[in-house]
C-alpha cells in the first residue's frame, strides 16, 4: 500500500525558509512522477512544482525562482526548498506521487503538512 507522509510545515516570517521532506512507502517510485500541491483556505488545490524520474521540474509561476523541488530515488523521498516565502504561501502542502507507468496510471497524495507565513 502506497503511504506518502510530510514533514516540515510550520509558521515563519515573511522572508524565510522552509524545507518540506515527503517520504513514500510501499514500493519503489523511482519511474514515477512526484512533486507538490498546496490548497489555501477557500482555494481549489493547485500544482506547486513537479519533478520525474529524469529530473525534469515544472514550477507554477507563482513560486518560480523561489521554490526548488528535488528527489532522492534512492530514498523514495521529495524535498521543496521554500525561500523568500510570502504570505500568499500560506497553505496546507501535499505531497504527490503519480505512477505513470501502473495500469490506470494512478495518483497519491499525503495527508498534508501546513505551512503559515506570517506578514
Known amino acids: 500500500q502506497v503511504q506518502l507522509v510530510e514533514s516540515g510545515g510550520g509558521l515563519v516570517q515573511a522572508g524565510g525558509s522552509l524545507r518540506l521532506s515527503c517520504a513514500a512507502s510501499?514500493?519503489?517510485?523511482?519511474?514515477?512522477?512526484m512533486g507538490w500541491y498546496r490548497q489555501a483556505p477557500g482555494k481549489q488545490r493547485e500544482v506547486v512544482a513537479t519533478i520525474s524520474s529524469g529530473g525534469a521540474t515544472n514550477y507554477a509561476d507563482s513560486v518560480k525562482g523561489r521554490f526548488t523541488i528535488s528527489r532522492d530515488s534512492a530514498k523514495n523521498s521529495v524535498y521543496l526548498q521554500m525561500n523568500s516565502l510570502e504570505p500568499e504561501d500560506t497553505a496546507v502542502y501535499y505531497c504527490y506521487l503519480h505512477r505513470i507507468f501502473i495500469s490506470g496510471r494512478p495518483e497519491y497524495w499525503g495527508q498534508g503538512t501546513q505551512v503559515t507565513v506570517s506578514s
Open positions: 510501499g514500493s519503489t517510485f523511482r519511474l514515477d512522477i
